[in-house]
């Protein structure tokens, strides 16, 4: 008898979670029965960099900076690539210079959405570096 692999299922319904959610799933530690339950109802949860960044400026608590950053890269199966503002942004632009190519500077200073983008990147790569350490049981300094 061949065994057919299950292919990976589509999500019917893709979330976007802010601070207000997470912070009670960090709270109650079920970040895990959450993303089980999306899964289960077919849906997934999207997670923008703003979350991370929101988690990240958490001075006073140690500890639910980490259970935030850790539920959101937990509940949250994927993730922006690129902000979702500067997508928008670029659509708006993109169409002044099509229809109003004076109102536009031929050599735009790039450089910050540049490091806008590259702090995104680092952030997420910091949580789930952060997330994995802890999983493995290893400090975080």
Partial sequence: MQRVEEQPRKASSILYFDHNVYHPVASQGAGGRVKKLLKDQGAEAFASTQNLIEAWRISDDDTLRA???????????????????????????????HLHPDW??????????RRDIRRRRE????????????????PLG
Avoid: H, K
């Fill in 123 to 138: 952030a997420w790569d910091q949580g789930q570096g952060r997330s994995r350490l802890r999983a493995e049981g290893r």
């Fill in 67 to 97: 259970n935030l950053v850790r539920t959101i890269i937990q509940v949250a199966r994927d993730r922006e690539e690129m902000p979702l503002m500067l997508e928008m942004v670029r659509a708006v632009v993109g169409q002044m210079r």
């Fill in 104 to 113: 536009i500077r031929p050599d735009p200073d790039l450089r910050l959405q």
